[in-house]
């Protein structure tokens, strides 16, 4: 049984600089990967970063260079640092979490971008 909540997202300016964090709870002793989505209003959900347990990282094309996905070992605190944000990345970020082959999600954090 796995809970996570996500935070750290707000209102930015475009060009500006949020981190996100995703803090899980329960039995997250096996976890395989970590993964942010994010959903904008009228879009389907897009993936945006992967860690997994040994810290490799992947990122979708409209992330590469801007964003930044970290943890700690155990990947029970998992972050996106974004910068140079744009108005494009204005969603809904939700964290991901698969262990032992289940998937967990958060409530997910508004990011707005715009001047």
């Known amino acids: 049984q796995v809970q996570l909540v996500e935070s750290g997202g707000g209102f930015v300016q475009p060009g500006g600089s949020l981190t996100l964090s995703c803090a899980a709870s329960g039995s997250t002793f096996s976890v395989n990967v970590v993964r942010w989505y994010r959903q904008a209003p009228g879009k389907q959900r897009e993936w945006v970063a992967d860690i997994t347990s040994s810290d490799a990282t992947t990122y979708a094309d409209s992330a590469k260079g801007r964003f930044t996905i970290s943890g700690n070992n155990a990947k029970n605190k998992v972050y996106l640092e974004m910068n140079s944000l744009k108005p494009e990345d204005t969603a809904v970020y939700y964290c991901?979490?698969?262990?032992?082959?289940?998937?967990?999600w958060g409530q997910g954090t508004q990011v707005t971008v715009s001047s």
């Open positions: 991901n979490i698969v262990v032992v082959g289940n998937n967990y």
